[in-house]
């Protein structure tokens, strides 16, 4: 399990109407929706919490989401210098960042993506379009895309693009990046142009949230190899919980505590409860 995970983005307007399709937001809420399944520790912080308390060491992975000029991604205060410096120094001193959408957007300096040198890839607004920029070889055999055969990214984001040849391009097509991963000096960050619910999503994130980290090895302990399975592990109860997360009987190769393997084959809707052995293996 990661310690914790920031989402930087206004509690607030995540949370109203949720439960209703919006064709500007529904490419966001797959990431609430997939956090919700994940051995993970979810925190969100403000961005008065960031220029207060600075960013607790504990986090890995910090996410902002959203369109520009929202309070998703945060609007006018990425023109804050104390933010952006803040947020700059944390991940090129090891910290994870992934973006979705337009992340830390606000036309400022000569950038929309105020974090680009972060994300390494920024957006088109118009204003450099005779720049040679157009970076287009994929990144292959990538861990964050490993085992991923199809991208939804929603209503997407055009006219993305790589800053530099360094850049992981992991998904391109339309002349466009809408997936992408970056060394950024210590830290790693992620670039998605959206991401609705889907099975395959929820697995994305997920693989995303560990590359970001840095604790790709984590990933395969109490781990479904299919993207429709869960597994819920509760080592103080003893016990485990492999969910089938779809309405068709799924087969799923299941990985344990200490990263040993076992088949499962599970019915629709299904959930399997088995015991925790001393040890953390499969009883």
């Known amino acids: 399990m990661l310690n914790c995970w920031g989402a930087l983005r206004t509690w ?9 399709y919006s064709k500007r937001a529904y490419s966001y809420y797959g990431i609430l929706e997939s956090l919700s399944g994940m051995s993970v520790d979810v925190q969100f912080i403000s961005f008065g919490d960031v220029l207060g308390r600075g960013i607790d060491p504990s986090i890995d992975v910090i996410i902002n989401a959203g369109d520009a000029r929202t309070a998703f991604s945060g609007g006018e205060i990425w023109k804050n210098a104390r933010l952006i410096e803040l947020l700059r120094e944390w991940v090129y ?9 337009e992340p830390s957007a606000v ?5 929309f993506f105020q974090l680009a040198d972060c994300f390494g890839v920024d957006k ?24 991923i055969t199809e991208f939804n990214f929603g209503e997407s984001m055009k006219n993305v693009y790589a800053l530099h040849d ?5 998904e391109y097509s339309n002349d466009e990046i809408h997936l992408a991963a970056n060394q950024a000096g210590e830290g790693r960050t992620v670039y998605i142009a959206g991401l609705p619910y889907t099975p395959q999503n929820s697995r994305l994130l997920m693989r995303s949230l560990y590359y970001a980290a840095g604790k790709e090895a984590d990933l395969q302990k109490w781990y479904a190899e299919n993207p429709a399975c869960e597994v819920h592990a509760y080592p103080e109860n003893g016990t485990y919980a492999i969910v089938n997360n779809s309405h068709e009987p799924q087969f799923t190769i299941v990985c344990d505590g200490e990263g040993n393997t076992s088949s499962v084959q599970l019915e629709a809707g299904g959930i399997l409860w088995r015991e925790i052995r001393q040890g953390g293996t499969f009883r």
Not at 12 to 20: E, G
């Open 124 to 147: 088109e607004l118009g204003f450099s379009l005779s720049t040679d920029k157009y970076f287009s070889k994929l990144t292959e055999g990538h861990f964050i895309t490993d085992g």
């Open 12 to 20: 607030q307007a995540f949370t109203v109407a949720h439960s209703l």
């Open 107 to 111: 036309p400022h300096h000569g950038r």
């Open 93 to 101: 001193g090891g910290g994870g960042l992934i973006g979705v959408g």
């Open 166 to 170: 360094q850049v992981s391009i992991l």
